[in-house]
């Protein structure tokens, strides 16, 4: 993401300008503006989660909409409907083969965020652990 961009997803003169410009000229493109200031970057995560979701609701389906299409055409030629219905049955295997290599890879890309997430979290408890040893005696930090 260009971080110089004049208008990014924060609290800048610009954004706050559109905002207001937005209220005064019609009220639901104020609003519109105020959602982008606020969860703008959440909104490419979120976008990003849900067509992930989506594709794999309808994998299957897409699947067995592509066998079916293809079962009912035959063109009397014996010997290269079996061969196509042997290619389909190996780019079948493929695409199957490249979904559990993609959901595994996102089940490592998981992991490696859990295990960030895990060292910083106990980074955060010893420097705070550190924190009250130092303090002064009668004075504990909440």
């Given at each position: ?82 061969w196509r219905e042997a290619e389909l049955r190996r780019l079948d295997e493929e695409r199957r083969k490249l979904d559990e290599m993609r959901e ?39």
């Amino acid at each position: 993401m260009n971080q110089s961009a004049l208008i990014r997803p924060d609290w800048t003169p610009a954004t706050i300008a559109l905002m207001v410009l937005g209220f005064i000229v019609f009220w639901p493109l104020g609003l519109a503006m105020l959602a982008y200031i606020l969860f703008g970057d959440k909104l490419r995560a979120f976008k990003k989660d849900a067509n992930e979701g989506v594709d794999r609701m309808c994998a299957g389906f897409r699947r067995h909409q592509h066998r079916a299409h293809w079962a009912h055409h035959r063109t009397g030629n014996v010997a290269f409907d079996d061969w196509r219905e042997a290619e389909l049955r190996r780019l079948d295997e493929e695409r199957r083969k490249l979904d559990e290599m993609r959901e595994e890879f996102d089940a490592y890309v998981r992991e490696l965020r859990r295990a960030k997430d895990q060292e910083e979290f106990d980074r955060f408890m010893r420097e705070r652990k550190n924190g009250r040893e130092g303090s002064a005696p009668g004075f504990e930090a909440h």
